[in-house]
């Protein structure tokens, strides 16, 4: 029979799975919200009554300070549960290409893309254009790309400038691709920095 | 009412054999193992405070402590290390060691337990320090190694058991963790393939001739996709359909096998045709853990054996 031990484990395993329901049902409503899909339109005010429920019982809604939402987060990421599973869904995310240019003050211009140590990391490199194409926060992504461009400028101390430019490669369908249409490259934004050797590139 | 708490019982806390725990010890020690040995030679320069390859770790603390201030991260180390006067290239080294030692000592049941709380605490550090570069495999790491150090461990492969070492937790106890994986990787699956099903493109192929030609996946030419683009509406499909099915089909014990073998096959498809090697890995390693080979109803005949063998 169920002893005090075994409801305990029953609890625990209640909890476990509303939160991961809470979280995974969350982003799969927003997906709803985002108009990525061929969803139900007229169902889109009850969907997004729903997201901000399920948002408010995760703490979302809470200050930062919380205790609840601290917990929320931190019982959340420690158990892997913080993000859902919609992995390649609704849709394949739109390739992005960063390419540096680094130019000197004779007038040259050479181009290079981000390096990486090890294959492992170069399939991260993918997740970290798709978060800066996708924060919101201009300062934020102008520093992640500054850090990424400081990394290039050290290796062309001599270089005055470097250009980052940031952009979507747009991959024509199977079809369009049989018919020898081929992948074209949008610029979406671009970033001059400029570094010495005496300055954080965080500081300037 | 007493029926239903029963038949609860019978559910969450099946007697099982610890066959599934040593086949999931191994598979997390061996992604642990993969992993650290991946990221080795950027370890140092991602996890650095000022590195500036990527994005550093200043950074994506920074925006982690805006999110939550009780997660775990490799900053929490680092500081503990300056008290003790090392410097942060001691510490990054010293856990990437520590990591890689606890993965193998789990590989050979050595201190299982602790080198499972280490292994998840570890892990767990470095991919939050990492958030802007973490992607599913690690986060289904991190639920497979949260999981392991909750389960009775050691199991009967294990080297501690040899050493005279037994777990505190009843069988019944290892029924309940792997009921409670079972039931965590119906909902990935389900989740996974109903947002999938929501993308028009996962039912014309689109999505499938994107994610396959979209840098650093495009392991197989294009031309060649090309040529075989036909079949790409009905693997799409294939894919939705398996995923947002597998509940049901995995738990048929008519369906069970050629939904194992054909979700399987899937990831190793996704090794070869993407390399995603270690996403790939780990998704089997839940998948035979869960249902793997010895998962069955009948269980009351295996757990007589089981008994027999142990006594």
């Known amino acids: ?204 | 009412m007493h029926d239903l708490t029963k038949r609860l019982n019978a559910f969450l806390f099946p007697q099982e054999s610890d066959r599934w725990l040593t086949l999931f010890r191994i598979g997390l020690a061996l992604q642990v193992v993969f992993y650290t040995l991946s990221s080795r030679a950027d370890w140092n320069e991602i996890f650095s405070e000022k590195g500036y390859t990527l994005v550093n770790r200043g950074l994506n603390e920074a925006l982690l402590s805006g999110e939550g201030v009780w997660v775990p991260r490799l900053g929490w180390l680092v500081d503990l290390g300056h008290g003790f006067g090392w410097s942060e290239v001691v510490v990054l080294r010293g856990s990437w060691v520590i990591l890689l030692s606890a993965g193998l000592c789990l590989l050979a049941g050595v201190l299982t337990r602790p080198a499972a709380i280490t292994a998840w605490f570890l892990h767990l550090s470095a991919v939050k320090s990492e958030e802007f570069l973490s992607y599913g495999m690690d986060n289904f790491t991190t639920i497979g190694l949260f999981y392991l150090m909750l389960c009775p461990l050691p199991d009967r492969l294990s080297a501690d058991w040899r050493l005279g070492k037994r777990p505190w937790q009843s069988s019944e106890v290892r029924g309940f963790f792997r009921r409670v994986l079972q039931m965590h990787v119906c909902l990935i699956y389900f989740f996974g393939g109903f947002t999938k099903c929501m993308g028009v493109g996962w039912w014309n192929g689109d999505s499938l001739w994107r994610a396959l030609n979209s840098p650093p996946y495009d392991l197989i030419s294009s031309q060649t996709l090309a040529s075989w683009s036909f079949l790409l509406p009905a693997a799409g499909m294939a894919v939705c359909l398996l995923e947002t099915a597998y509940p049901l089909l995995i738990w048929i014990k008519r369906t069970r096998l050629p939904c194992l073998m054909a979700i399987c096959g899937m990831h190793v498809g996704i090794a070869l045709v993407m390399g995603l090697h270690l996403f790939s890995s780990i998704m089997i390693i839940l998948n035979l853990a869960a249902f793997g080979p010895d998962f069955s109803f009948s269980w009351p005949n295996r757990l007589t054996e089981f008994r027999k063998r142990t006594a």
Do not use: C
């Open chain 1, 1 to 204: 029979m169920m002893g005090r031990t075994k409801w305990i484990y029953v609890a625990g395993l209640i909890t476990h799975f509303v939160l991961i329901i809470l979280v995974t049902s969350r982003q799969t409503l927003s997906v709803f919200l985002q108009n990525k899909t061929a969803g139900p339109g007229p169902l889109m005010p009850r969907v997004a009554e729903l997201e901000h429920v399920e948002t408010m019982a995760l703490g979302g809604d809470l200050p930062t300070s919380n205790l609840w939402r601290r917990a929320v987060v931190a019982y959340t990421n420690g158990t892997g549960i913080n993000t859902g599973y919609g992995f390649f869904a609704p849709t394949v995310a739109i390739p992005r290409k960063l390419v540096f240019e680094i130019r000197y003050a004779s007038g040259e211009v050479e181009y290079e893309l981000p390096r990486v140590g090890d294959k492992a990391t170069g399939l991260r490199l993918v997740l970290l254009l798709e978060a800066i194409a996708n924060t919101d926060n201009v300062l934020l992504r102008k520093t992640m790309l500054k850090m990424m461009a400081f990394s290039v400028w050290q290796r062309h101390r001599e270089a005055e400038a470097i250009r980052v430019v940031f952009g979507t490669v747009m991959w024509p369908s199977a079809s369009e691709f049989r018919r020898g249409k081929r992948a074209e490259y949008d610029v979406l934004f671009a970033y001059d920095f400029r570094f010495s050797a005496d300055v954080s590139p965080l500081n300037r």
